[in-house]
């Protein structure tokens, strides 16, 4: 993969960096829990249940909705889906009733295969962490990962 500066990164190691970051993040939330369970020798309580997604968002050629608005500079044009980012007063977050931090990227580039094929690489990652109302109605804590 080719960045903007022209140095180079091969696509193994994108994956790997993209991979520690969201399961770093994600795990770190995931220890407070225990720790504060062991505390009051009481098991730690996980329920899964999910967020609501953001009603709308993008729908690429050929593909489902993407329930996603995704900010930034709108003269910007991504190289190889055509899309346009929608703004800067555009809510990055992915689910609905969310209170917290959000972060996104996008990259693009190519990368190149073990067989010399070259490929075009375009992604979006969103993190968010904070508090949301989930699907049964009840406030939760939570840190969701998007690539």
Request: overall charge positive; hydrophobic content about 40%.
């Amino acid at each position: 993969m080719r960045s903007i500066s022209g140095a180079s990164i091969t696509r193994r190691r994108f994956v790997q960096t993209a991979t520690a970051a969201a399961t770093g993040v994600t795990g770190a939330t995931l220890v407070r829990p225990a720790r504060a369970a062991a505390w009051d020798h009481e098991p730690a309580r996980r329920a899964v249940v999910p967020p609501n997604p953001i009603p709308g968002g993008v729908t690429p050629p050929n593909h489902a909705q993407i329930h996603l608005w995704p900010a930034g500079d709108p003269a910007v044009t991504l190289p190889f889906s055509h899309g346009t980012l929608k703004g800067f007063d555009v809510d990055p977050s992915t689910i609905t009733d969310f209170r917290g931090f959000s972060a996104l990227a996008y990259h693009a580039g190519t990368a190149t295969g073990s067989d010399g094929s070259t490929y075009n690489l375009e992604s979006h990652m969103t993190v968010l962490r904070g508090r949301y109302i989930a699907s049964d109605g009840t406030l939760r804590f939570g840190t969701f990962s998007f690539i």
